[in-house]
């Protein structure tokens, strides 16, 4: 008897003092997310996470300083119930894709994409040669050119130094453009694929590439025909057997302030950027007597967020990008294709993206031109995928004047790269309900249309 009351004297002891540190932890946890969000300058997640750190004390200190009949009894039912959740929310569940891994029935022609298109000038043969082919897009191309422009001073965000910074990192891009492909080393040097691969990837690392991967080239990652310049409607005939995709960070905060300037001088910035990075390595798989040639913004022969996926360094997500595990689609994307023997990374399952995608849907509903769609994936070219209206987007770039990307900017996926947001894409990737709790929790932290940041001071002037 004495020994039963000792244990239930300790027992209430435990829990009473479990139950304080439970709320001590739960409002430790929301004090780190308002330290953290302050730092991040989100001023919606700080005021949040502050009050609610200081509002979610107070019932556990109530019952814990209060005596009242059955305590412990309410008490344990609570931390069971807290358990519980904890337990359901974390719970790993990933159901695999039904329809398995999607790869497109035909080549893309680089003509169609909008670069291309914006490119073609009224009344040369080029121009009526498209739209002869191509009439149902006359009339939706006619509306983007009524705009003034990417870039343009008389476009809606025109900035000076930022649309100027934007055009330097474009004129350099220009400049590297020639230098995509060149002479082979005859001293060919005997290579491990293993050792090559990793040498590959660890020195574009040290460049500044946030992820890297390697995929056989299939004939779905080549465009059909060239698109842009001097080589449009050139037949491309890429016959290397590997492609290396190299993925690299664009600043949030500079993203944050989109559809502003500087979004459009970090993206610029990005691709200038990777494609130095795909250069370098082109030119180094060359000296060791390999073809290589390196894809870089406005010189492509391949679709680079295709090539990622195939990589392993994501998935596709509702706009139309590549969604990396780490930054979601804020990234920029180059490549290299080649014919070293390298080791290959084999594409990895995201179906939790394509389940958060569905059920998220903020960047549909942020997108100024509502180019993004909200309905579930459909079949385009044999995948099942969801696609942009590019038109209606490119539209609105060019009333703009910078490359929007509202989209990225308000996605989930896109916050930094620290212990705390990992965490939570640890959650999203992992729990079938941890997914639908980290939305809900993205719309109150940070809100459904969070609103456009301001421009950062230094280039505010
Ligand atoms: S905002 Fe949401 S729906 Fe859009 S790409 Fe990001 S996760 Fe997917
Ligand atoms: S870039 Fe802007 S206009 Fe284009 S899809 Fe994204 S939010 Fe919409």
Known sequence: MVLLDVFFTMYNGFIDVSFLITGIIFSGVLFYVSIISILEKEYRAFRVSLILSSVIIIPFLIIFFFDFQYKIVVISIIILLIFIALIVLFFPYRPKLKEGFQIPKDKHDERDIMFSRNELKPETEKYDSYYHKNPEKKELDDKFREKPGLLSSGSSMYQPYSYASAHANLEVIEALKPIVNGPVSENKIKVDPFKI????????????????????????????????????????????????????????????????????????????????????????????????????????????????????????????????????????????????????????????????????KKCADICPSRSIAFEERGEINGVLRWQINSESCFTYWCTSGTDCGRCMAVCPYSHPDNFMHNFIRWGIKNSYIFRRFALYMDDLFYGRRPKSGNLPNWIDM
């Not at 040639?293 to 509702?318: K, M």
Request: aromatic share 8%; proline share 4%; with cysteine.
């Open 197 to 360: 691969s990793s040498y590959i990837k660890t020195w574009c690392k040290k460049l500044g590439a946030h992820s890297v991967g390697i995929t056989e080239l299939k004939g779905y990652h080549v465009y059909s025909h060239k698109g842009r310049r001097e080589l449009y409607g050139k037949e491309i005939k890429n016959k290397h057997k590997y492609a290396i995709a190299i993925t690299i960070e664009m600043d949030n905060e500079m993203i944050r302030t989109a559809p502003k300037g500087p979004v459009v001088m970090e993206s610029t910035q990005q691709y200038l950027n990777s494609g130095t990075i795909a250069l370098q390595v082109a030119y180094f798989i060359r000296s060791l007597g390999y073809e290589a040639r390196a894809h870089i913004d406005g010189n492509y022969e391949v679709i680079c967020p295709l090539i990622a996926r195939d990589a392993g360094l994501g998935e596709i997500g509702r706009m139309g990008l590549l969604m990396t595990p780490e930054l979601g689609p804020r990234v920029r994307i180059a490549a290299i294709t080649t014919d070293i023997p390298l080791v290959l990374d084999f594409s990895k399952e995201f179906s939790s993206a394509i389940d958060f995608c569905t059920i998220c």
